[in-house]
Every structure is written in structure tokens, then in C-alpha cells.
Nanobody, 123 residues
């Protein structure tokens, strides 16, 4: 049974930082592209960042480029999202997801999802 468990969310002031973690189990982590998505109330879930299983190429949505960094540790079956210079518009539930696709920036390419962790950025 595949499990993705996010942690690290919380309340932070504008300009602050948070580091999200996602621990994976039940899958061969090293051959999965891992992604982070987020969903705000009343909005659709949107792509934030992804890191390929091959060569570790990374992809980001434009609003987070230069502020967020995705990384993975295959030895720990974990993926991380370092979020700096946080803004109120970053407030959302953040989800970790796993995909076998090499290039995966859309929801439909992801097979497994975590339960999410809340990030709230106060102004």
C-alpha cells in the first residue's frame, strides 16, 4: 500500500520560510517523479513543483520560481519543498504526489497523493 505523508506546514508571517517534507512508503521511490501541488479554498488544485526521478530535473510554476526549492533524498524516500519569501497568496493546503511520468506537471499524471498539510501565511 502506497502512502505519502506530508509534514511541516503551519502559520508563518509574510516573508517567512517553511520546509515541507513528504515521506513515501510502499513504492520504489527512486523511479517516481515527485511533485507538490496546492489548493486554496474555492480554487482548483494547482501544480507547484516537481522533481524527476531521472537526473533530478526540477520544474516550478512561475509564481514560486526563485522562492521555492524542491529536493529529494532517495535514501530516505523523501521529497522536500523549501519555501522562502512566503506571501499571503501562498496560503493553501499543500499536497505531495508521485508519478511514473518523466515530465509531470498536471494532476492527471500523478497516481498517488498524500493527505495534505496546511500552510497559512499571514499579512
Amino acid at each position: 500500500q502506497v502512502q505519502l505523508v506530508e509534514s511541516g506546514g503551519g502559520l508563518v508571517q509574510t516573508g517567512g520560510s517553511l520546509r515541507l517534507s513528504c515521506a513515501a512508503s510502499g513504492l520504489t521511490f527512486s523511479i517516481y517523479t515527485m511533485g507538490w501541488f496546492r489548493q486554496s479554498p474555492g480554487k482548483e488544485r494547482e501544480f507547484v513543483a516537481a522533481i524527476r526521478w531521472s537526473h533530478g530535473n526540477t520544474y516550478y510554476t512561475d509564481p514560486v520560481k526563485g522562492r521555492f526549492t524542491i529536493a529529494r533524498d532517495n535514501a530516505k524516500n523523501s521529497v522536500y519543498l523549501q519555501m522562502n519569501s512566503l506571501k499571503p497568496e501562498d496560503t493553501a493546503v499543500y499536497y505531495c504526489a508521485a508519478s511514473r511520468a518523466l515530465f509531470a506537471t498536471t494532476l492527471s499524471t500523478y497516481s498517488y497523493w498524500g493527505q495534505g498539510t496546511q500552510v497559512t501565511v499571514s499579512s
